[in-house]
């Protein structure tokens, strides 16, 4: 039965208030299966539905951090990482319901590189001013940028391209470049100009998270901030829950998940012992969907 109040002249259903659920997309090594998705009804305590949703068939036939957007028009868009290394792209697919899959492509945003090493981590952004999608990944060019410690096969910067279909993609460009290697960037939109940088400083002997602020999307992002994770963490994942921010990462070396909570992305509260991520899960994205989804996705799963 649902219950209804009065506020002011607005009528609001309760029931309606809370009919959005959170999933996490992942893997699990060696990352030859597939797409996997965890849910959540509360943002801290996660389900695994233990199937595989999607399995890659380009690149080297593996999907590593996976990663969704759903866009105006209800499709979910998925694009992730198909090769350790010697692809020039990143692999793609969509869907309506996250069960049935569109044909696999590579999307080759990196061709006009002929000595890129990599394309890492593709995380999906759509940018509702300018209504097109915005997708980062991390490369590295050789002898492109000062290397610091790190060999040069292993210096990476972030890179974009923008599509409104999907079919028609705008010329790769450099997206960020804090002046050390970073990967495993996401772009978080908090206000009408306000713009948050989640990455991965991937530099010996740090390999943490910080944060950089932007006006804009794609940027200019300026100075990261200091780490507010411990050494060995990387993948990070955001999601708004109640009025503070969760960021999930893995920690690879301890083999869990950790996490922070936020306000303000300026100071942070660590709350690793508040979640629960089962055990495997690798590197993904956090988004929201309606129950009804997360239902078919809960029968799909069973009678798999």
């Known amino acids: 039965m649902k219950k209804f109040f009065i506020i ?3 009528l609001i259903s309760v029931a ?3 009919n959005r ?3 996490f997309t992942g893997f699990h090594e060696p990352a030859n299966a597939g797409l996997r998705l965890l849910y959540s009804y509360d943002g801290y305590k996660w389900q695994d539905l233990d199937t595989v949703f999607l399995k890659p068939v380009v690149g080297d036939k593996i999907m590593r951090d996976p990663s969704i957007v759903q866009g105006p028009d209800g499709v979910f868009q998925i694009v992730w990482t198909c090769a350790w290394k010697g692809n020039k792209g990143f692999g793609y697919a969509s869907s309506k319901d996250l069960i049935h899959w569109s044909e696999e492509r590579v999307i080759d945003v990196m061709k ?3 000595t890129t090493v ?3 981590a593709p995380e999906i952004f759509y940018d509702d001013v300018e ?3 915005i997708i980062i990944w991390a490369s590295t060019i050789p002898f492109r940028f000062p290397k610091g410690i790190e060999d040069e096969d292993n210096n990476h910067r972030m890179y974009y391209t923008t599509t409104k279909d999907f079919k ?3 010329d790769t460009k450099l997206f960020y470049d804090p002046g050390f290697s970073v990967i495993d960037c996401e772009i978080l939109k908090r206000g009408k100009k306000d713009y948050v940088l989640i990455l991965k400083d991937n530099t010996r002997p740090n390999h943490n998270i910080k944060v950089a602020f932007g006006k804009s999307p794609l940027g200019p992002y300026g100075k990261p901030s200091e780490a507010f994770t411990p050494s060995y963490t990387e993948g990070p994942a955001v999601e708004k829950v109640g009025d503070a921010y969760l960021i999930y990462f ?3 070396k301890d083999k869990i998940y950790g996490a922070v909570k936020t306000k303000d992305f300026k100071s942070f509260t660590n709350i690793t012992k508040e979640i629960s991520v089962p055990e495997g899960h690798k590197h993904g994205t956090i988004f929201k969907v309606n129950k009804k989804v997360l239902k078919r996705l809960l029968k799909f799963s069973t009678h798999k």
Request: glycine share 4%; proline share 4%; aromatic share 20%.
């Open 168 to 170: 028609t993609f705008s």
């Open 118 to 120: 990599n394309v890492w």
């Open 8 to 10: 002011g002249l607005v």
């Open 112 to 114: 006009n590189e002929p």
């Open 250 to 252: 893995d920690q690879y």
């Open 21 to 23: 659920v959170y999933l």
């Open 131 to 133: 209504k097109q999608f």
């Open 16 to 18: 309606s208030c809370n």
